[in-house]
């Protein structure tokens, strides 16, 4: 029996749980960013316009930013292992519904967007993920663990639109009776087949296993990690988190669990951009039609997915190096940096949409302001999505991990799940927002007000950075087996 008293035999079974949790959010990220590159598509089949885009895309973050809450509040109560299936069992009655999205009388885009909707609930079982990862870790292993994890949503968002792009030459596609088999309905075929895999997966691997808590007398020193060996922790935040004993009284710090709310919010808007108007984007700067606009998605989401995976690999031994806070700012500075090279400087302008007699969809650019702004040099787009495929991961990775260590010990699903809703709404209203700011003014006010948001997260940051410290109180969980 180890320090944290478990046996050799549940120290590997608690982490093959674990494991199954990571490719459990690695099959959410496939089936969520298979979709992606096609759905603007998709929708213009459907009757959808450009603006109704916004409100398809935000359908899935407003199921899971209502679903979060409340999957994370019921695995308080209930087994993770049923809440799991349920979950799964929406996503797939959700992406059959996308699938038959053509066939159903009415507004079409609606249905599509209740489709969307319904998986949302059912992917907030991303909360689900997050509270297991963060219950069943000690606080040594929590950054190294959540950064795994991000690493393994990291690979879905690489691995599903690369196979996205594998489905662009089936057009027109199969049909037998209502049912269609083409590039655009592909996606979500795949999404219902990883989600029985999922299901799978659980069934054989995850055994219910977390932390609980011993009484305040029986906590280590400060300094002191939970298997009573040196800390791995920087040592400018070992002694922030000795100083903030005297503050909260090893107690959970709100002003700085909501402060980190707010920032995680702030950088999910970012990936609300990259989500919403990438596409679009790419087809009216540099006049790619639908096919094309969805190949070259997929290749560059693919490599510079590459590089955020390697991202999140490397972010806990600088966090190790020069402390976690200060590697968080470092990176949000990254992240602000890829967005300035968002902003077009030109030479030239946007082509100008023409009516293309031989493809349905529209090609070249048609918005009011494509005629007012320079063209968004193809190098920058490039550079731009480099910087930001290395800021944005690891600045995440850090929120979730100083935010989960900022929480009393114990079971967290409610707190993961209010972390977890912070990000869907971010990514229910930056869809709203961001393409009504798109439509109307292009991408040079678009990605001014983004980099404003995140430079308000990053000040905000500042501010509270000296209460910004692992609990004390989480070094004194223990190990037990749920049954």
């Known amino acids: 029996m180890n320090e944290i008293g478990e046996t050799k035999q549940q120290t590997r079974q608690r982490w093959n749980s674990i494991r199954s949790i990571y490719f459990t959010n690695f099959l959410n990220a496939v089936a969520f960013s298979i979709c992606l590159s096609t759905m603007w598509q998709y929708l213009e089949t459907l009757g959808g316009t450009q603006a109704f885009l916004g409100i398809v895309v935000s359908a899935f973050s407003l199921g899971q930013l209502s679903g979060s809450p409340y999957w994370g509040f019921w695995s308080n109560y209930v087994k993770f292992r049923h809440l799991f299936y349920l979950t799964i069992s929406m996503k797939i009655a959700g992406n059959l519904m996308y699938i038959f999205a053509a066939s159903v009388p009415g507004r079409r885009d609606i249905f599509m967007a209740e489709a969307r909707l319904l998986v949302g609930i059912g992917a907030g079982n991303m909360a689900l993920c997050n509270a297991y990862v963060s219950?069943?870790?000690?606080?040594?292993?929590?950054?190294?663990?959540?950064?795994?994890?991000?690493?393994?949503?990291?690979?879905?968002?690489?691995?599903?639109?690369?196979?996205?792009?594998?489905?662009?030459?089936?057009?027109?596609?199969?049909?037998?009776?209502?049912?269609?088999?083409?590039?655009?309905?592909?996606?979500?075929?795949?999404?219902?087949?990883?989600?029985?895999?999922?299901?799978?997966?659980?069934?054989?691997?995850?055994?219910?296993?977390?932390?609980?808590?011993?009484?305040?007398?029986?906590?280590?020193?400060?300094?002191?990690?939970?298997?009573?060996?040196d800390d791995e922790e920087h040592p400018a935040d070992k002694v922030a988190r000795s100083r903030s004993v005297s503050v909260t009284g090893g107690g959970q710090d709100n002003v700085a669990v909501f402060t980190m709310l707010f920032i995680y919010f702030g950088i999910m808007v970012v990936l609300s951009v990259f989500e919403t108007i990438s596409t679009p984007l790419a087809m009216d700067e540099y006049a790619w039609d639908a096919q094309k606009a969805d190949i070259m998605g997929g290749v560059f989401s693919g490599m510079f997915g590459l590089i955020a995976v390697f991202m999140f690999i490397v972010v806990k031994p600088i966090s190790k190096k020069i402390g976690e806070r200060q590697t968080m700012i470092s990176f949000l500075l990254v992240t602000i940096l890829g967005l300035v090279l968002y902003i077009p400087f030109g030479p030239g302008k946007?082509?100008?949409?023409?009516?293309?007699?031989?493809?349905?969809?529209?090609?070249?650019?048609?918005?009011?302001?494509?005629?007012?702004?320079?063209?968004?040099?193809?190098?920058?787009?490039?550079?731009?999505?480099?910087?930001?495929?290395?800021?944005?991961?690891?600045?995440?990775?850090?929120?979730?991990?100083?935010?989960?260590?900022?929480?009393?010990?114990?079971?967290?699903?409610?707190?993961?799940?209010?972390?977890?809703?912070?990000?869907?709404?971010?990514?229910?209203?930056?869809?709203?927002?961001?393409?009504?700011?798109?439509q109307n003014y292009g991408p040079q006010v678009t990605f001014l007000v983004i980099i404003g948001l995140v430079g308000c997260s990053l000040t905000l940051m500042l501010l509270v950075y000296k209460r910004l410290v692992p609990n004390v109180n989480q070094a004194s969980a223990t190990f037990t087996a749920a049954h």
């Open 350 to 438: 946007p082509k100008p949409w023409e009516p293309q007699a031989d493809d349905d969809f529209v090609v070249g650019c048609q918005d009011k302001w494509c005629s007012k702004i320079p063209q968004l040099n193809f190098a920058q787009y490039i550079l731009g999505q480099i910087f930001v495929a290395i800021g944005y991961p690891c600045a995440a990775v850090m929120v979730f991990a100083i935010y989960s260590k900022l929480l009393a010990a114990g079971r967290q699903g409610v707190w993961m799940g209010l972390v977890t809703a912070a990000g869907s709404s971010a990514r229910t209203l930056g869809p709203l927002f961001i393409t009504s700011i798109y």
């Open 135 to 229: 219950q069943a870790t000690t606080l040594k292993e929590r950054t190294n663990a959540v950064a795994n994890l991000a690493a393994s949503g990291g690979l879905g968002f690489i691995f599903g639109p690369l196979l996205g792009v594998a489905f662009g030459g089936v057009k027109p596609g199969y049909t037998i009776g209502e049912l269609t088999f083409d590039f655009l309905r592909a996606p979500a075929f795949c999404s219902v087949l990883f989600e029985l895999i999922n299901a799978t997966c659980l069934i054989i691997w995850f055994q219910e296993m977390s932390f609980g808590v011993k009484s305040p007398a029986a906590a280590p020193k400060v300094g002191i990690n939970d298997s009573g060996e």
